[in-house]
């Protein structure tokens, strides 16, 4: 590429890299299958993307879009959008906090929610901290 052409990055500015899937490996966060980079304001050290693949969280968060997680952000509040493993699984779900019990749901109705106390095993991978979606109409 000629020296030209090659993306150059302003302070403010911060490559995200986008993957396709995500495992656990001996209690190691597996990305797996790079797709491309984004370059977004500086959105803290640890941020990735994912494309969403499934339509469990639309219409808010569309199929094809980009979800970019903070993986440094684990403590989750009422309503956050985050991603998960809940056994092996990967997962875009809302938290939601009511009588003391935790559960993951998604904002299509279609879908029904992820009670943690009835889970396995759940992985926090990071809060959602935007959104794009691409191929916009």
Request: glycine share 6%; proline share 5%; aromatic share 10%.
């Amino acid at each position: 590429i000629p020296e030209n052409l090659k993306k150059t990055l302003t302070p403010s500015e911060q490559e995200i890299k986008v993957y396709k899937s995500i495992f656990v490996k001996n209690g190691k966060l597996i990305f797996e299958e790079y797709l491309k980079s984004i370059y977004l304001p500086y959105c803290g050290k640890n941020c990735i993307g994912f494309i969403v693949e499934g339509d469990s969280m639309e219409p808010r968060v569309p199929i094809g879009s980009i979800v970019v997680i903070n993986t440094d952000i684990k403590e989750l509040e009422h309503r956050n959008v985050a991603a998960f493993l809940v056994n092996g699984k990967s997962y875009i779900r809302r938290v939601m906090k009511q009588n003391g019990k935790e559960y993951l749901v998604s904002d299509n109705p279609n879908y029904d929610p992820i009670f943690l106390d009835q889970t396995d095993e759940i992985i926090v991978i990071g809060k959602v901290i935007k959104l794009i979606v691409e191929n916009f109409i």
